[in-house]
Nanobody, 130 residues
């Protein structure tokens, strides 16, 4: 079993920054592969935002590339998403997700695979508004 607990959402003005964190707890006998974040607005489909593979390689949706950065601290078992230059269209519920090691998504597509997760956190709301 894998448990994911997010924090760090909130309200910010356009151009501002937020950092989302996801504490990952993995029971013995379980393991994770591609991990990342997707976001969802009510009535719309999930959008994969950022992903990080087991080898540390990262991938991003075009809509956030250059503004968001995903990282993983193995010492604290924390997955983070640094979001800079936020825009109103970034407003959504953000979810931290984890997939099993197999099947692994094609290289560079982990961020898309986040929407087809095995494990998901409870979500954290991000609101960007003036």
């Amino acid at each position: 079993q894998v448990r994911l607990v997010e924090s760090g959402g909130g309200s910010v003005q356009p151009g501002g920054s937020l950092r989302l964190s996801c504490v990952v707890s993995v029971d013995s006998g379980s393991s994770t592969g591609c991990m990342g974040w997707f976001r969802q607005v009510p009535g719309k489909e999930r959008e994969g935002v950022a992903g990080i593979d087991v080898d540390g390689s990262t991938s991003y949706a075009d809509s956030v590339k250059g503004r968001f950065a995903i990282s993983k601290d193995n010492a604290s078992n924390t997955l983070s998403l640094q979001m800079n230059n936020l825009k109103p269209e970034d407003t959504a519920m953000y979810y931290c997700t984890a997939r099993p090691p197999r099947p692994s998504p094609p290289r560079g597509l982990c961020y898309i695979a986040t929407i087809n997760y095995l494990y998901r956190g409870q979500g954290t709301q991000v609101t960007v508004s003036s």
